[in-house]
């Protein structure tokens, strides 16, 4: 995990924390759902580019991000990513809907300390919060249990055969494109994208597209 520095609330000094979510209710709602851990003040932004912007001027005590931005479903990951090579040393809590293991260890990976869901008990969110912001690290139970799960043997069917071009897709949608920049970037048509898509549900396995985006993540993992 990268090195981070934690902060110390006082009274005089909110703890100012970028939150990186394209939905406005999000930050409006931060400083109601965490004023029982500390008073914060918020800096909120809607896109990659601007959290990145924020955290290089403001200098924040604490980033919040959401994993999925629009179409893109990996974009907080990304910018973890980002964040992490250009220096970023406060503590980075992911603050999402997704409850995939793979991404949420890749998240990790990726350097952030800590992952909530957004629809636990507030209760939960404030201690994630508290443990982040201290400089601690925060995981659920029941995701730390499926992360670990992942190493057991039997938990995946064998790898199935993809062709040349499902792989390509499948890459795009595990990198976090959207059907439209897969299908630019392919040069072929929205809907080949779209079909293709559904084919690598049935031969994955998969629930939905987050499922799909997860499953894609572990097949070139373990390419």
Request: charge should be positive; glycine fraction near 6%.
């Amino acid at each position: 995990m990268n090195a981070h520095v934690s902060f110390a609330p006082t009274r005089s000094r909110p703890c100012r924390v970028v939150i990186m979510d394209d939905h406005p209710v999000v930050a409006e709602g931060w400083n109601r759902i965490v004023h029982d851990a500390m008073p914060c003040e918020v800096i909120p932004t809607a896109t990659p580019l601007q959290a990145f912007r924020a955290w290089r001027r403001e200098r924040p005590d604490v980033l919040v991000i959401d994993l999925s931005v629009g179409d893109a479903k990996i974009a907080g990951v990304r910018l973890i990513e980002r964040l992490r090579r250009a220096g970023a040393s406060q503590p980075i809590l992911v603050f999402t809907m997704h409850r995939s293991p793979i991404i949420a260890r890749r998240a990790l990976q990726a350097g952030c300390n800590g992952l909530i869901n957004k629809d636990s008990p507030a209760q939960e969110i404030c201690q994630a919060f508290s443990e982040v912001a201290r400089g601690g690290n925060y995981v659920s139970a029941d995701m730390a249990r499926k992360i670990a799960l992942m190493n057991q043997p039997g938990m995946f069917t064998a790898k199935p055969r993809l062709t040349p071009r499902e792989e390509h897709i499948l890459r795009g949608i595990a990198e976090g494109l959207s059907y439209r920049d897969i299908a630019e970037r392919a040069q072929i048509s929205y809907k080949t994208v779209s079909n293709v898509s559904m084919t690598l549900k049935d031969k994955l396995g998969a629930s939905g597209f987050a499922d799909l985006v997860g499953k894609g993540i572990r097949y070139f993992d373990e390419l």
